[in-house]
């Protein structure tokens, strides 16, 4: 994690054009939980294009607060969109960024995660991250990490292909479509992966059938789904007694972790950790999820730190 703000690094990416603007979702859940009070220390782990920073923040007043994403396009955004002294901007996974300040003796009283990717992401075609977009198999939130899509879609056996698909995309079709990527590899673009997922049959719901594929690359580019099972407990670790965490999740396996973990600490015994203020989880109005796509899907839960262990 770098502590200080980064210096501004020039990518090959337009950072932030008028196709990309990012929408924060269910904004005014995120405020109604996590509540934020003049000089509360805040940690945004997924700061993103800074929609959910730029409100809380408007309400911590000069509480400190340090923003992490691991996309330097969103860093350079967020370098120029806050100025303050206050705010310490971090790139890196939120894995890493958690167990640094850890090390660091740092508790906050505010902490959220967007999870997923950004508008931005699915928006600007050479991410690589969009059925729609024709672009190259790319698919990383960190460009300076090495391992793309194209290297899963050539590379990888066909049963850990298949493994892949059934795991983080929970396709009924997995093992058909690796032996249909396999057979027609190489396949460099999200065009021409998506037309040889599509040839292995049609998707059962309205949804693209290369949808789930998509997904399931996407999340084992980004190691996803493990940065967000073990960040969890650190996050509460990370918490002052008294303090808030809220997580936005928009789908089914990041839910089910984020809902476990809640779980485990915050039980309704004597020991309990955390208190559960989302009994079910928090989803967007219907006016949102016209207006806002990507709403769609989210679901919020949070949390309450009522003691350290
Ligand atoms: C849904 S967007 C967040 C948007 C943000 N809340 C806003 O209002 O602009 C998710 C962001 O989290 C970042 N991200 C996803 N997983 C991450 C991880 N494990 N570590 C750090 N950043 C991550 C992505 O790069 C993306 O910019």
New binding site residues.
């Given amino acids: 994690m770098q502590k200080s703000t980064p210096k501004k690094q020039n990518t090959t990416d337009e950072p932030l054009g008028e196709s990309g603007e990012?929408?924060?979702?269910l904004?005014e859940q995120v405020l109604q939980y996590l509540d934020p009070k003049p000089g509360d220390n805040y940690l945004?782990?997924?700061?993103?294009?800074?929609?959910?920073?730029?409100q809380i923040l408007g309400r911590t007043l000069n509480g400190p607060a340090v923003l992490?994403?691991?996309?330097i396009n969103?860093i350079n955004y967020l370098q120029d969109k806050f100025k303050s002294d206050n705010v310490t901007l971090s790139h890196?996974?939120?894995?890493?960024?958690t167990k640094e300040l850890i090390d660091q003796n740092q508790s906050f009283d505010l902490i959220?995660?967007?999870?997923?990717?950004?508008?931005?992401?699915l928006n600007i075609a050479s991410r690589g991250f969009s059925i729609n977009n024709n672009g190259p198999l790319d698919m990383r939130?960190?460009q300076s990490q090495k391992l793309t899509a194209d290297m899963i879609v050539n590379s990888y056996s066909q049963s850990d292909l298949a493994k892949v698909i059934l795991q983080y995309g929970e396709e009924p079709k997995a093992f058909k479509i690796a032996r249909h990527i396999v057979q027609n590899r190489p396949l460099h673009t999200t065009k021409d992966l998506a037309a040889v997922i599509a040839s292995a049959g049609p998707s059962k719901s309205k949804v693209h059938p290369a949808t789930r594929v998509f997904q399931a690359l996407r999340i084992e580019v980004?190691?996803?789904l493990r940065?967000?099972e073990q960040?969890i407990p650190l996050w509460i670790q990370l918490l002052k007694p008294g303090g808030r965490l809220a997580i936005?999740s928009?789908h089914s396996l990041e839910d089910r972790l984020v809902k476990n973990a809640f779980a485990e600490y915050g039980s309704d015994t004597y020991d309990a950790i955390i208190k559960i203020l989302t009994k079910k989880p928090v989803v967007g109005d219907p006016d949102e999820i016209v207006s806002n796509p990507?709403a769609r899907s989210a679901k919020l839960r949070a949390v309450f730190k009522i003691k350290t262990k």
């Fill in positions: 990012h929408i924060p979702v904004m945004d782990l997924t700061a993103g294009y800074g929609g959910h920073a730029e992490v994403d691991r996309d969103a890196g996974d939120f894995l890493g960024s959220l995660a967007d999870l997923g990717v950004s508008s931005p992401h939130m960190n980004n190691d996803e940065q967000i960040a936005i928009f990507r």
